[in-house]
């Protein structure tokens, strides 16, 4: 059973920088295909970056050339480096994995449905 949780979240203004970060201590993921979504109150959640074991990454528009996904599976974190922070940008954070992910397969952060496991969310404000 995974059990992800999310640590880092916080207040900055805007222009500034959060890392937020993602762990099982349980059990490794080198293998899975990871991810980071975001919730905005009343709005729908929306993909933000995912990353395959072989750390190929995909960024979704809003976070292209600000936001940084990367996963160190020797302490068996993922992270997400945010910079240039916007107001925008505040939302609850959520990691999300996908065990079932296999080379070769499509590793997305548009695909929400393939993650069958989800943190509890980390808040991250911009003022």
């Known amino acids: 059973h995974v059990q992800l949780v999310e640590s880092g979240g916080g207040s900055v203004q805007a222009g500034g920088s959060l890392s937020v970060s993602c762990t099982d201590s349980?059990?490794?993921?080198?293998?899975?295909?990871m991810a980071w979504f975001r919730q905005a109150p009343g709005k729908e959640r929306e993909g933000v970056a995912a990353i395959d074991s072989h750390n190929g990454t995909a960024y979704a528009d809003s976070a292209t050339g600000r936001f940084t996904i990367s996963r160190d599976n020797t302490k068996n974190t993922l992270y997400l480096q945010m910079n240039s922070l916007k107001p925008e940008d505040t939302a609850m954070y959520y990691c999300?994995?996908?065990?079932?992910?296999?080379?070769?397969?499509?590793?997305?952060?548009?695909?929400?449905?393939?993650?069958?496991?989800w943190g509890q969310g980390t808040q991250v404000t911009v003022s």
């Open positions: 999300a994995a996908n065990p079932f992910w296999t080379y070769g397969a499509v590793c997305s952060y548009t695909r929400p449905a393939d993650f069958g496991y």
């Open positions: 349980r059990r490794t993921y080198s293998t899975y295909c």
